[in-house]
């Protein structure tokens, strides 16, 4: 079964994009959790980090620099994330790198 984001891949769902190539996609979070909150996924049907080859990985690394460029983050900073299974939070079984900027993040202290 397709999840959320193959649907926005697909255009099924409409999305606030904020750049894309043949590989790859990026738009911004619908709750964000920061000023900037862009998903950075890959339109190959991944299901998280686990599954993730290193083709792939090539092609969302140089994606990201893209991404991070034209947002103008590369020197103010950022947070890059990806969540996987239940301790990680993961919601939706797409590969997506959070991207998040435009203040100061902290940490959550759970240990
Ligand atoms: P995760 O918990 O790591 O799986 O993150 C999934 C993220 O997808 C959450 O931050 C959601 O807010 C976000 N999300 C879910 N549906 C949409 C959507 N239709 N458009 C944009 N972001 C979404």
């Not at 079964?1 to 255009?11: L, P, V």
């Not at 998903?39 to 994606?63: A, G």
């Not at 990806?82 to 435009?102: D, R």
Request: proline residues 5%; neutral net charge; aromatic residues 8%.
């Amino acid at each position: 079964m397709s999840s959320i984001f193959k649907k926005i891949i697909d255009g099924e769902i409409p999305c606030k994009k904020v750049l894309e190539n043949e590989k790859c996609l990026a738009f911004y979070d619908i709750n964000p959790q920061a000023p900037i909150h862009v998903l950075i996924i890959p339109k190959k049907e991944i299901k998280d980090f686990n599954q993730l080859d290193s083709q792939s990985m090539s092609e969302l690394l140089d994606f990201t620099h893209q991404v991070i460029e034209h947002l103008g983050l590369k020197d103010k900073g950022y947070r890059l994330i990806t969540n996987v299974g239940e301790y990680g939070g993961q919601e939706v079984p797409h590969l997506h790198f959070h991207l998040l900027s435009g203040a100061k993040l902290k940490w959550e202290k759970l240990a």
